[in-house]
């Protein structure tokens, strides 16, 4: 069963940096694309960025394109997710999932191994 852990959340000002990590077991993860969405109360989950399976594709969103990257270690069965320049409304949890296929659209109810996210808090 897909099951992915999420790491490396915390209180940071605007202008700094964080790196999520994205942990996974039960499965052959290396065959999966893994993509970070983030969401804060009330709102829609939102797709952040995705990296598929060979690393040779790498997607963001609008929003984080510039600022933050992501990457993969398919020997440790880790993602990760550096975050720069940080803004305020870059608050949310962030949680990690995965996708058999193709990693766009990120569409959250494409992806599964959902975690329990890890908060990421930008004050300014």
């Known amino acids: 069963q897909v099951q992915l852990v999420e790491s490396g959340g915390g209180n940071v000002q605007a202008g700094g940096s964080l790196r999520l990590s994205c942990g996974a077991s039960?499965?052959?993860?290396?065959?999966?694309?893994i993509a970070w969405f983030r969401q804060t109360p009330g709102k829609m989950r939102e797709g952040v960025a995705a990296?598929?399976?060979?690393?040779?594709?790498?997607d963001f969103a609008p929003s984080v394109k510039g600022r933050f990257d992501i990457s993969r270690d398919n020997a440790k069965n880790m993602v990760y997710l550096q975050m720069n320049s940080l803004k305020p409304d870059d608050t949310a949890m962030y949680y990690c999932?995965?996708?058999?296929?193709?990693?766009?659209?990120?569409?959250?109810?494409?992806?599964?191994?959902w975690g329990q996210g890890t908060q990421v808090t930008v004050s300014s």
């Open positions: 999932a995965a996708t058999y296929g193709l990693c766009l659209p990120l569409n959250p109810d494409s992806y599964t191994g």
């Open positions: 039960g499965y052959v993860y290396r065959r999966y694309c």
């Open positions: 990296i598929s399976p060979d690393e040779g594709s790498v």
